[in-house]
């Protein structure tokens, strides 16, 4: 049914059940994406929708990013992905995502320099890693040590506070890199290593991570390079999982330490943000197993195996992930510079061509997504597999900074609170124990 539009201009959709009709508003978004708005349905007609898994419902306006996946396309704040992959810095693209422009030269100065101010943490929550094994997973640690930053800075919790939440917000995305490094040291035996001033974010994060107190460490400027088109390519990505759930803790008025910690324990699964985990586990696993990637193309498509092809697939995109073709000719430049060829980078490209070359995959439009090459480039940085998700969450957490303040910001926000459609018993009572 197209849409009609009313004599006062508006676009409407037209709804009929049984012998009534209704019209419903219809939203266009700025790249003519249209939805139908039934904020009124269920009180104009009894009825509500169910949409398992939010496959075709929008849960909010965003003005952040966008995506088609019909053809590839991601942009922030209406800037598309290559040229700040190419042009910019994380710390320009965090804070063209969390501000809504390009920082000049003076608002950018002076958002670095509270990044800076920002970047240790109190002596007390140094004392929190004592109490984990070396073996706990950093993801359980950054989520844990995120959300005790509230206890450190309680002035957090005023989240209508404008001038407490630039503070909060510098603080998080600068400590999130000590948190992690932190961990990482504690998990190998070193000593934790303090931010230094005279450091970019990037070359700071790689210093709390690589070097020891016994020798000096020179940061690689193009190392750091690398580490910025990663961390701008998984920067934001609108409504995705760990984001939504941001969204909808952050609903609650809940502070943005305890919305961002939920957000990290969404990223964790392997189904999301864990998958650059599992891709250096599958690829390792066709390396060990020696018979090449059509076997595991081929158990990738049997569905009681239980097996996918990790890194492959996606939600919105049903065309190539733009961030995967940024990612995988980064990594051939990354093990050139590294001088050594890591035979994981062969298996992928492997399995990409034979997964690309099968009807099962065509079919579908399973394409490599950001997940997929990732991880061979943070190993040959020598970061280790289980900081994977990590880094994914450091990367994120501008984007998720950006979609909790753009709904702390919208007077129209209510608290998220879905209906269900109730398929449990009829009405009973309840049993003595002596008849039951
Ligand atoms: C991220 O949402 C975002 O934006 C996320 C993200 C971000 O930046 O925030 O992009 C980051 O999470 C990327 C995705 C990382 N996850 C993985 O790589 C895990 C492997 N991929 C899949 O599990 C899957 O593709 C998902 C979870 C990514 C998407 O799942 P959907 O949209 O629910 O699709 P589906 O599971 O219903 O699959 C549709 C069909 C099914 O087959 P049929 O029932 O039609 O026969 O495709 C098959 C699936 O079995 N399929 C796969 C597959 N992914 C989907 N078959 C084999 N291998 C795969 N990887």
Known sequence: MPDKVTSNGEL?????????????????????????DI????????????????????????AITYLDGERGILRYRGIPIDELAEKSTFVEVAYLLIYGHLP???????????????????EDMKRFYDGYPGTAHPMAILSAMVLSLSSFYPEA?????????EATIARLLSKMRTIAAF?????????????KNNLSYCANFLNMMFSVPAEPYAVDEDIVKVLNLLLILHADHEQNCSTSTVRQVGSSQANLFASISAGICALWGPLHGGANEEVLSMLQAIKDDGSGPKKFVDLAKQKDSGFRL????????????????????????????????????????????????????????????????????????????????????IGRTPGWIAHWKEMME?????????????TGPPLGHYIPMDRR
Do not use: C
Not at 42 to 50: D, E, S
Not at 104 to 122: A, C, I, V
Not at 186 to 194: E, L, R
């Open 12 to 36: 409407k959709a037209e709804l009929r059940i049984a012998d009534k009709t209704w019209e419903v508003p219809v939203v266009v978004g700025t790249e003519d994406e249209h939805a139908i």
């Open 39 to 62: 904020g009124k349905l269920r009180a104009q007609t009894g009825y509500v929708t169910l949409d398992p898994a939010y496959m075709n419902t929008a849960s909010t306006k965003s």
């Open 104 to 122: 000049n030269k003076t608002e950018l100065g002076g958002f670095s320099e509270q990044l800076t101010r920002h970047s240790m943490l109190h």
């Open 157 to 165: 919790l005023d989240v209508k506070n404008r001038a407490e939440q």
């Open 183 to 195: 961990s990482f040291k504690k998990s190998i035996g070193q000593p934790f290593v303090y931010p």
């Open 310 to 393: 990790m890194g492959f697939g996606h939600r919105v995109y049903k065309n190539y992930d733009p961030r995967a073709k940024i990612i995988k000719v980064a990594a051939d430049k990354v093990m050139q510079k590294m001088k050594q060829p890591d035979p994981l980078l062969d298996i992928a490209k492997a399995l990409e061509e034979a997964a690309l070359s099968d009807p099962y995959f065509v079919e579908r439009k399973l394409y490599p997504n950001v997940d997929f090459y990732s991880g061979i480039i943070y190993r040959a940085l020598g970061i280790p597999t289980n900081m994977f998700t990590v880094m994914f969450a």
């Open 410 to 422: 919208d007077p129209t926000t209510k608290i998220f609170r879905p209906r269900q459609i109730y």
